[in-house]
C-alpha cells in the first residue's frame, strides 16, 4: 500500500508563521499566490517548491531548513 504522502507534516510553515505573528494572508501577498495556496501548504496537503520554500525562508528571516520538519532526531544540521 503507498505512503500517503498528504498524512506527513513535512513542513513547518504554519508554526514559523505563528511565531512571527505572520499570516497566510500576509504570506501569500508577499508571494503573489493565492490565499488558499497557502493554506494547503500550512495544512500540508500540498507542499511548497523547493524555489518557495528559499523565498519564504528570506521573507521569513529564517534559514530554509526550519521550514521543513527534520527526517532523524538530531539538532545538528551537520549530520
Known amino acids: 500500500m ?3 504522502m498528504q498524512k506527513r507534516a513535512i513542513n513547518r510553515l504554519k508554526v514559523v508563521l505563528a511565531e512571527q505573528t ?3 494572508k500576509w504570506l501569500a501577498e508577499q508571494l503573489h ?10 495544512t ?9 520554500l528559499v523565498e519564504i525562508a528570506r ?12 527526517t532523524k532526531n538530531s539538532n545538528n544540521y551537520e549530520n
Do not use: A, H
Not at 499566490?33 to 500550512?42: D, H
Not at 496537503?45 to 518557495?52: A, F, L, V, Y
Not at 521573507?59 to 527534520?70: F, H, K, M, Q
Open 2 to 4: 503507498p505512503i500517503d
Open 59 to 70: 521573507l521569513l528571516g529564517v534559514d530554509v531548513r526550519d521550514l521543513i520538519n527534520p
Open 33 to 42: 499566490k493565492n490565499e488558499t495556496t497557502v493554506s494547503r501548504w500550512c
Open 22 to 24: 505572520k499570516t497566510n
Open 44 to 52: 500540508n496537503e500540498t507542499q511548497p517548491s523547493m524555489d518557495n
